[in-house]
């Protein structure tokens, strides 16, 4: 099987970047809410919320995701 590189992009892309209608993002170990409600998930671990803004991954301590 041959795989343009357009599609094996767009194909990894969405096999590791998930949305989640209902999210919460930990600044810390402590608990502190960066952001509740709807994010992205992108596969380099940045968290993009429906403004726009980009979560750093080292900014993030964890995503609730139920």
């Given at each position: 099987?041959?795989?343009?590189?357009?599609?094996?992009?767009?194909?990894?892309?969405?096999?590791?970047?998930?949305?989640?209608?209902?999210?919460?993002?930990?600044?810390?170990?402590?608990?502190?809410?960066?952001?509740?409600?709807?994010?992205?998930?992108?596969?380099?671990?940045?968290?993009?919320?429906?403004?726009?803004?980009?979560?750093?991954?080292?900014?993030?301590?964890?995503?609730?995701t139920d």
């Amino acid at each position: 099987m041959v795989v343009a590189p357009d599609s094996l992009w767009q194909y990894l892309t969405e096999l590791f970047e998930h949305e989640y209608d209902h999210a919460v993002v930990y600044a810390d170990a402590e608990q502190t809410v960066l952001h509740e409600g709807p994010i992205r998930l992108l596969a380099t671990g940045w968290v993009e919320l429906p403004s726009g803004r980009l979560l750093s991954p080292s900014a993030v301590h964890h995503v609730d995701t139920d």
